[in-house]
């Protein structure tokens, strides 16, 4: 699926519902959408590591210094990182102790696309270029982040800042920073100018990143990306990612998305479960298969998308196989705009046979919406684009929200707690 960067960047450039819960404002007129019969963790209450995620997230919301580490995957949704903020931000200001570091992320700016609003990274665009996994055109080394941006001219200066439109209680510090790039190429030297805030500065080859330290917690760094020696022939820096890194208890939630990713896209990244072995996550979403089923449905081959599909969930499982995994059905969508996506519901049916078989979690967003052809009814009801895949700023909301009511649920099940009660908690985090 071809994404429309014009829609996209709409999303993102435009003022977002950020905190505030919607759900209880918009039923009386747009209630009858949301199937909540439907939105439930299905299967997380038989799941032992679902009821140790739990557990952990318990002893936080009770005010202890516990660590939590959610990564959440997908293609366009997640890139945006609309509704997968909004989730971050509930979590993150459930109290004083719940805000964990910002983690990995991706500098999309410098690969000449759209960046999430949390966190800003830019340097000099006309230096920079992009390639992306999901792209078959492009071919370069890909790790973690599944987008890649190059940097082939003489010197550039990148300007990095934790925070820039968030909307947590607590603003994001960090006194390590990790900047992942292809460490096998000697052709840059990448430095911070204030050179009197670092105690140190290593490269991890294996893992390709270079971490420097701080003598102190910062929120933001310039750094000094140049080229050792000008005869140097095809010479480039390509960066993979960055990390805000501090030893803060709390819960980190990282959201990786590529605009047009599948389970083949995420394949061709030759570095990714080198680099996800970094992290043990205490959960995993899966929220990618939009684009897998973007063809006629005739095109459509469900068994290849089951084994890509198992392929991945091996992946993460290989690294840690105690964390909590929770697949995502994909909205319902249109296929060119014309036609409801009759792939989805394949795709649901094998998204439940996988949870079942691997003792997994499933929150089916297909169903929660109406089934094949509901994303009409939200794009007439102003709450999708006129794409009828992507969702604008209140649709995005209003998914954040609907999800945070199924986790609720489940975690109110799982520890029993009150679960009106938790829900009110989150509710009133804004007021």
């Known amino acids: 699926m071809k994404i429309k960067l014009l829609a996209l960047t709409c ?6 519902y950020a905190q505030h819960y919607v759900l209880d404002s918009i039923k009386p007129s747009l209630g009858h959408l949301i199937h909540f019969e439907e939105n439930t963790l299905k299967f997380a209450d038989k799941s032992p590591t679902f009821q140790q995620f739990f557990r952990t997230l318990d002893s936080l919301y009770e005010g202890k210094k516990e660590k939590l580490h959610i990564m959440h995957i997908g293609g366009s949704h997640i890139h945006a990182d609309m509704y997968s903020n909004k989730l971050r931000t509930y979590l993150q200001n459930m109290n004083a102790v719940a805000m964990g570091q910002r983690g990995f992320v991706f500098p999309y700016h410098l690969a000449k696309t759209h960046n999430p609003l949390s966190y800003r990274v830019t340097a000099t665009k006309g230096k920079w270029q992009g390639y992306r996994c999901s792209i078959k055109s492009d071919s370069i080394a890909w790790g973690l982040s599944g ?6 001219d003489k010197l ?25 790039y292809n460490t096998w190429k000697n052709d840059y030297t990448l430095s911070v100018i204030d050179t009197a805030l670092v105690t140190s500065d290593t490269i991890n080859y294996a893992k390709m990143y270079k971490e420097f330290r701080f003598n102190k917690t910062i929120d933001s760094i310039q750094l000094k990306l140049q080229l050792k020696n000008t ?12 990390e805000f890194l501090n030893n803060n208890p709390g819960i980190e939630y990282t959201s990786i ?7 083949k896209s995420y394949k061709r990244c030759a570095y990714f479960e080198q680099q996800l072995e970094l992290y043990k996550p205490d959960l995993f979403i899966v929220s990618i298969g939009t684009n897998d089923a973007y063809m006629p449905e005739s095109r459509f081959d469900a068994e ?11 992946e993460i499982q290989r690294i840690n196989p105690n964390c909590a995994i929770l697949l995502t059905v994909p909205n319902d969508s249109y296929y060119k705009r014309k036609y409801p996506n009759p792939n989805t519901i394949k795709q649901q049916h094998i998204i439940y046979e996988l949870a079942q078989e691997y003792n997994m979690a499933v929150w089916d967003c297909f169903a929660v919406m109406g089934g094949l052809g509901s994303s009409n009814q939200w794009y007439k009801n102003k709450l999708m684009l006129k794409d009828r895949i992507h969702f604008n700023k209140l649709g995005y ?15 109110a099940k799982s520890t029993g707690k009150d679960a009106t009660q938790l829900l009110n908690h989150f509710k009133h985090l804004d007021e």
Request: proline content about 0%; overall charge positive; cysteine-free.
């Open 11 to 16: 999303l993102v450039t435009t003022s977002i």
């Open 147 to 152: 987008i890649t941006g190059t940097f082939s």
């Open 156 to 180: 550039d200066t990148i300007t990095v800042k934790s925070n820039h439109k968030n909307y947590t209680a607590k603003k994001y510090d960090f006194d390590k920073l990790r900047v992942f």
């Open 231 to 242: 005869t140097t022939v095809n010479h480039e820096f390509a960066i993979m990612g960055m």
């Open 257 to 263: 998305g590529v605009n047009g990713a599948s389970f």
């Open 304 to 314: 290849e998308y089951k084994n890509n599909y198992k392929a991945f969930l091996d």
């Open 397 to 411: 909301s209003v998914k954040a929200d609907v999800l945070l009511n199924a986790f609720v649920n489940a975690w």
